[in-house]
């Protein structure tokens, strides 16, 4: 299993963002098994105030999914809202 070091990430997202987003990983991820699917990060985005469609959804997975699951764990995730953060800051 690829591990994400948070350092990079930590430069976009601070460590209170970083926490709220383990925390809403953890709770959409329903069956624990460290991952999320592409149903259950609209969940996760949604609650977090975004609105991706399902097209933006697919791609935001297949840019992170290193392993190519389908499924992202928290590393993979991180990345997810960190684009999304820097998408939304750049309109």
Known sequence: RNRVTLDSISMVLTQEEIDNCREAFLSFDKDRSGTID?????????AM??????????????????????????????????CQKQRAENL
């Open 49 to 82: 105030g975004q609105t991706p469609t399902e097209e933006e959804l697919f791609q935001m997975v297949s840019e992170v999914d290193d392993n190519m699951s389908g499924s992202i764990d928290f590393g993979e995730f991180l990345k997810v809202v960190e």
């Open 38 to 46: 592409v149903w259950e990060l609209r969940q996760v985005l949604e």
